[in-house]
């Protein structure tokens, strides 16, 4: 999917038109800003949290190339197979040739976003493989037929009426209810089920640790441990981003992701793979598979200041706190990666042709990156790619590529007339002696506000005439 | 930054306050002036160049910067009444020089850049004899004072030190307003449903007056209460502190 600028103004107003789902999103985002802060009551202690946090992961990519290896040997030790993929395609390729390999037709799904980049549900669909995701809120998307709408809550921008009701479609038999815990409860009946018949399980991985080739997977309903434990074969599927260094790394990752995500001290399950099952081992799957993802995280590595959106870990702050993300909601910006990281992250993998005009949805606020635990400067990073979408020296797929020749002119004018004393001087005069002559519309501004007029006299005339010194 | 009390400082007055809010740069002119410190206005100085370096227009920025940073070379205080004019000349003139000649100077100057209110109450600790009618007052922070400048504080001890003015309490006040520069042209829907949420807090309130440290919000919320027919009186701190606290004129 492209988002294109018209494509986004119309989801844009469609969403800002839709006053429940714009109630739902900020129920749930309050809610999630006020448990982050709770859990975070000293700033200081919060503030060296995050420099420990960024200088982990800031520190794994400058050594990133050698951390794969390093993962790859050891998890190959450990009995884990690893594969490597350029593309979401040859990712889907590999997960299904997995699949084949052992003559599998059904898959049971903990929450992955990679798998989200990777399309793969569509595509294992297409080559005739049931797919069920296990996770409640992906569980009620793939219901409904819809993607995530926010990448650690991805059923956010639905209501328990509405979840209810499509319940009530999809489940004739279960008596119908608005109880969160029935509905929770009648998923979890039919989940079951399908754990114990599901002969591959797929899950995405939030840290893998170089130096013992550990999987690390938080989460909080335990789906993604029977994911990774009941069927006889787990595949693992992740960015290259998502190396870090040393084991002991894990615990101040996993506080800021839980903390900043969920607002919760620590989740329900955490889970450390680290081998299929070993001999005299009761549970556990025989296989275990890691596919490794790069679409197009190679190309963001590139480039030393943009290089900081990998450092990301998933945790979903930045939209949470986004003033932009609250209102238009996650469906709006059309791609897999919403809110100010998706902002970021979409544009540099998939080029700026296709998703430049995410860039100009953001008012540069900068509470993305008040709040983002490993400190991605992302309001730097959006102005970055402001800039590298108007010009094409820029290191970004399709830079220049929103270049308009109207808008270049007019910057070059402003440019002219503010850096030369004397225009600027004819320039605000006229504005000023002519103000009445103002114009009352000024575009969209004027939609909700009034146009502003100039003031009668300027302040370089005021401080003229009341003797401020010149120089 | 420094808190020596300075014999005399810049003042870089900004676009938005030079055209369309020209008695809050002189407010904040006299309110320096009144506590013995020269003030120099360099009548060369247009704008920082924000509104082209935020929309990606880096070289257009750079030349309209470059023209600035001729003028401001005394070894002294660059005081600004916006924190977002203040947070690019401090944040981002370094990054926008980068590897040309101007570099050093353009770092020389972002060292000296003092956001008015931080200048207030941090160099000249200000004490005020608050001569105006008791009223209901809240305070729009905006971003960049919050976030970019971490000064966001300033504004609300200022306040606090107009005996007569009650503080009153708006629903989200940290959430943005909705101007963003250029984004309010470019998002105008989203923008506009901002502001529309932060004038109806803000009416929420009971506030007889919004004050706030930068102009760009301003126009924004004011803009919205005018359109919509009603609402508080909107002004920068600088015109609130000067016209409470000045007897003559």
């Known amino acids: 999917m492209q988002t294109t600028d018209a494509g986004f103004d119309i989801r844009i107003r469609d969403a800002l038109g839709n006053e429940r789902v714009r109630g739902n999103f900020r129920r749930a985002m309050d809610g999630l800003m006020q448990r982050r802060l709770d859990l975070f009551p000293d700033p200081e202690a919060m503030e060296s949290l995050r420099q420990h946090g960024m200088c982990i992961k800031a520190s794994a990519l400058s050594r990133l190339p050698e951390l794969l290896e390093e993962l790859e040997a050891k998890l190959i030790a450990?009995?884990?197979?690893?594969?490597?993929?350029?593309?979401?395609?040859?990712?889907?390729?590999?997960?299904?040739?997995?699949?084949?390999?052992?003559?599998?037709?059904?898959?049971?799904?903990?929450?992955?976003?990679?798998?989200?980049?990777?399309?793969?549900?569509?595509?294992?669909?297409?080559?005739?493989?049931?797919?069920?995701?296990?996770?409640?809120?992906?569980?009620?998307?793939?219901?409904?037929?819809?993607?995530?709408?926010?990448?650690?809550?991805?059923?956010?921008?639905?209501?328990?009426?509405?979840?209810?009701?499509?319940?009530?479609?999809?489940?004739?038999?279960?008596?119908?209810?608005?109880?969160?815990?029935?509905?929770?409860?009648?998923?979890?009946?039919?989940?079951?089920?399908?754990?114990?018949?599901?002969?591959?399980?797929?899950?995405?991985?939030?840290?893998?640790?170089?130096?013992?080739?550990?999987?690390?997977?938080?989460?909080?309903?335990?789906?993604?441990?029977?994911?990774?434990?009941?069927?006889?074969?787990?595949?693992?599927?992740?960015?290259?981003?998502?190396?870090?260094?040393?084991?002991?790394?894990?615990?101040?990752?996993?506080?800021?992701?839980?903390?900043?995500?969920?607002?919760?001290?620590?989740?329900?399950?955490?889970?450390?793979?680290?081998?299929?099952?070993?001999?005299?081992?009761?549970?556990?799957?025989?296989?275990?598979?890691?596919?490794?993802?790069?679409?197009?995280?190679?190309?963001?590595?590139?480039?030393?200041?943009?290089?900081?959106?990998?450092?990301?870990?998933?945790?979903?702050?930045?939209?949470?706190?986004?003033?932009?993300?609250?209102?238009?909601?996650?469906?709006?910006?059309?791609?897999?990666?919403?809110?100010?990281?998706?902002?970021?992250?979409?544009?540099?993998?998939?080029?700026?042709?296709?998703?430049?005009?995410?860039?100009?949805?953001?008012?540069?606020?900068?509470?993305?990156?008040?709040?983002?635990?490993?400190?991605?400067?992302?309001?730097?990073?959006?102005?970055?790619?402001?800039?590298?979408?108007?010009?094409?020296?820029?290191?970004?797929?399709?830079?220049?590529?929103?270049?308009?020749?109207?808008?270049?002119?007019?910057?070059?004018?402003?440019?002219?007339?503010?850096?030369?004393?004397?225009?600027?001087?004819?320039?605000?005069?006229?504005?000023?002696?002519?103000?009445?002559?103002?114009?009352?519309?000024?575009?969209?501004?004027?939609?909700?506000?009034?146009?502003?007029?100039?003031?009668?006299?300027?302040?370089?005339?005021?401080?003229?005439?009341?003797?401020?010194?010149?120089? | 930054m420094n808190t020596a009390k300075p014999k005399q400082v810049y003042f870089f007055g900004t676009c938005l306050v030079d055209l369309f809010y020209p008695e809050a740069g002189l407010a904040g002119m006299r309110l320096i002036q009144r506590e013995g410190v020269d003030v120099i206005f360099p009548q060369g100085q247009s704008c920082c160049g924000?509104?082209?370096?935020?929309?990606?227009?880096?070289?257009?920025?750079?030349?309209?910067?470059?023209?600035?940073?001729?003028?401001?070379?005394?070894?002294?205080?660059?005081?600004?009444?916006s924190a977002s004019c203040a947070g690019m000349m401090q944040e981002h003139y370094p990054a926008l020089f980068r590897d040309t000649p101007l570099e050093t100077s353009a770092i020389a100057l972002s060292k000296r850049i003092v956001e008015l209110t931080a200048f207030l109450v941090d160099v000249l600790d200000i004490r005020v004899e608050d001569l105006g009618n008791p009223q209901k007052v809240a305070i729009h922070s905006s971003c960049s004072a919050l976030r970019e400048m971490q000064v966001g504080d300033r504004i609300e001890t200022l306040v606090t030190r107009l005996e007569k003015l009650e503080k009153v309490e708006q629903a989200y006040k940290r959430e943005c307003c909705g101007f963003g520069g250029t984004f309010s042209v470019k998002q105008p829907e989203i923008s506009g449903a901002m502001v529309a949420d932060k004038t109806a807090s803000i009416r929420e309130s009971g506030a007889d007056i919004l004050v706030s440290q930068d102009c760009g919000c301003l126009m924004n919320i004011a803009g919205a209460f005018e359109k919509q027919g009603e609402g508080p009186r909107c002004l920068h701190i600088a015109e609130l502190l000067w016209e409470r606290t000045h007897a003559d004129d």
Not at chain 1, 185 to 193: C, F, K, P, V
Request: hydrophobic share 35%; aromatic share 6%; glycine share 8%.
């Open chain 2, 50 to 81: 924000q509104p082209a370096w935020n929309s990606g227009y880096r070289d257009e920025a750079r030349d309209v910067a470059a023209a600035q940073i001729a003028l401001f070379t005394k070894e002294i205080p660059v005081v600004v009444p």
């Open chain 1, 78 to 471: 450990n009995g884990i197979r690893v594969h490597w993929a350029e593309t979401p395609l040859e990712a889907n390729q590999i997960v299904l040739d997995i699949m084949q390999s052992h003559g599998a037709t059904s898959m049971i799904k903990g929450k992955s976003m990679v798998s989200e980049e990777m399309g793969l549900n569509h595509f294992l669909e297409q080559h005739g493989i049931d797919v069920l995701e296990s996770d409640l809120g992906e569980f009620i998307l793939q219901l409904a037929g819809e993607p995530p709408s926010h990448i650690v809550a991805p059923a956010i921008h639905k209501d328990r009426y509405q979840i209810a009701e499509l319940f009530r479609e999809k489940f004739p038999d279960i008596p119908y209810s608005e109880d969160i815990d029935e509905l929770t409860q009648s998923a979890r009946a039919i989940l079951r089920d399908r754990f114990e018949t599901a002969e591959v399980g797929l899950s995405g991985v939030n840290f893998a640790v170089a130096e013992t080739g550990t999987l690390c997977l938080v989460e909080n309903e335990g789906n993604g441990r029977m994911s990774t434990t009941v069927p006889p074969v787990h595949i693992a599927v992740t960015g290259i981003e998502k190396v870090v260094e040393k084991f002991e790394q894990i615990p101040p990752l996993l506080t800021l992701l839980t903390r900043s995500a969920t607002g919760q001290p620590v989740t329900t399950y955490f889970n450390m793979i680290s081998s299929p099952r070993k001999p005299g081992e009761k549970d556990g799957p025989e296989e275990v598979h890691l596919v490794l993802l790069d679409n197009g995280r190679s190309g963001i590595y590139s480039d030393p200041e943009l290089l900081a959106t990998l450092r990301c870990i998933r945790c979903g702050a930045c939209m949470n706190h986004c003033p932009v993300y609250t209102r238009i909601g996650g469906h709006a910006y059309g791609t897999v990666y919403p809110g100010p990281i998706g902002i970021i992250f979409e544009p540099q993998k998939g080029g700026l042709d296709k998703y430049g005009a995410l860039t100009t949805a953001s008012s540069l606020c900068g509470a993305c990156g008040e709040v983002c635990p490993v400190r991605i400067p992302i309001p730097n990073l959006i102005n970055r790619l402001r800039y590298e979408a108007h010009h094409s020296n820029g290191v970004t797929p399709g830079s220049g590529s929103k270049h308009k020749r109207s808008e270049a002119l007019l910057w070059k004018a402003w440019s002219l007339l503010y850096r030369k004393p004397l225009l600027y001087r004819m320039m605000t005069k006229a504005a000023t002696r002519l103000r009445m002559l103002a114009p009352g519309k000024a575009g969209p501004w004027t939609r909700y506000r009034v146009a502003p007029k100039p003031a009668a006299r300027s302040l370089h005339d005021l401080a003229r005439t009341h003797g401020v010194d010149n120089e």
